[in-house]
């Protein structure tokens, strides 16, 4: 009966540590962001937004050593949304119903590197998206490319 009133005051002691220990964290970056990215972006899970579900969220190119992530998903309504983050840099953009394609440029301060992506449905494609990452020095030189995508 001692051995049992010991056992349970040290199982009672090491819960805490089993709760909040460092075993409960995600080691995985992209884990981390996916997380709060669930989590705080407005309309991403809830409200008037695209209706994002955890399972639908497709991790699509990375840099974890900078922080950059390019994901897609499809929202519950069947909208395509594209989005990245980056240190200084977070966001999405979504495609009308319907469409297959999405595509937006992103950047931060001006001395800051700036990004363009463009991401689109693809069947034949493993994780189901064919996508294109291009980094720029910074906002100007983004903004160049993008004009001459208008032709």
Known sequence: MIASILLAAVLLVMLPFNLFGQWNAAHDPWERVSK???AV???????PGPQVRPEDLVLLESDPE???YLYAAESQSGQLLAGLEAPGIGGYATAPVGDD??????SGQLEDPAFYFKVERNPHAENGY???LIEFANDADMSDYMASLDG
């Open 130 to 132: 064919r996508h294109e």
């Open 41 to 47: 972006s407005p309309g991403f899970t809830n409200g």
């Open 36 to 38: 709060t990215l669930l």
């Open 66 to 68: 900078r922080g950059i």
């Open 101 to 106: 394609m999405v595509a937006a440029g992103f």
